[in-house]
């Protein structure tokens, strides 16, 4: 059975910085791709990013690129979120996210089969 969990999130003021961690267990972590979604209070969930199962290749949503950067270490079965630049907009719950097959990549979240419990983040004016 996947697990993830994810830590990080927390309160910060606008142009702020924070970096969430998501741990992985239950599997070859270094097989399969991961993900970032996130949903705010009314709004659907959301792509944020997604990473290759390497680390070699990764996709951004156009509303965080160039100030959000995800990343991995498989090594330690890792998956990491640095968000720089923060805006109230990315006030919302942050899920790390696996797909069930490996060596898949989407940036969809219905390709996605395994969900943390998410992190709140809220950023301030």
């Known amino acids: 059975q996947v697990q993830l969990v994810e830590s990080g999130g927390g309160l910060v003021q606008a142009g702020g910085s924070l970096r969430l961690s998501c741990a992985a267990s239950?599997?070859?972590?270094?097989?399969?791709?991961m993900g970032w979604f996130r949903q705010a209070p009314g709004k659907e969930r959301e792509f944020v990013a997604a990473?290759?199962?390497?680390?070699?290749?990764?996709r951004y949503a156009d509303s965080v690129k160039g100030r959000f950067t995800i990343s991995r270490d498989n090594a330690k079965n890792m998956v990491y979120l640095q968000m720089n630049s923060l805006k109230p907009e990315d006030t919302a719950v942050y899920y790390c996210?696996?797909?069930?097959?490996?060596?898949?990549?989407?940036?969809?979240?219905?390709?996605?089969?395994?969900w943390g419990q998410g992190t709140q983040v809220t950023v301030s004016t």
């Open positions: 996210a696996a797909p069930r097959r490996a060596y898949y990549y989407s940036v969809s979240s219905a390709e996605y089969d395994y």
């Open positions: 239950g599997r070859t972590f270094s097989t399969y791709a």
């Open positions: 990473i290759t199962w390497g680390g070699g290749t990764t």
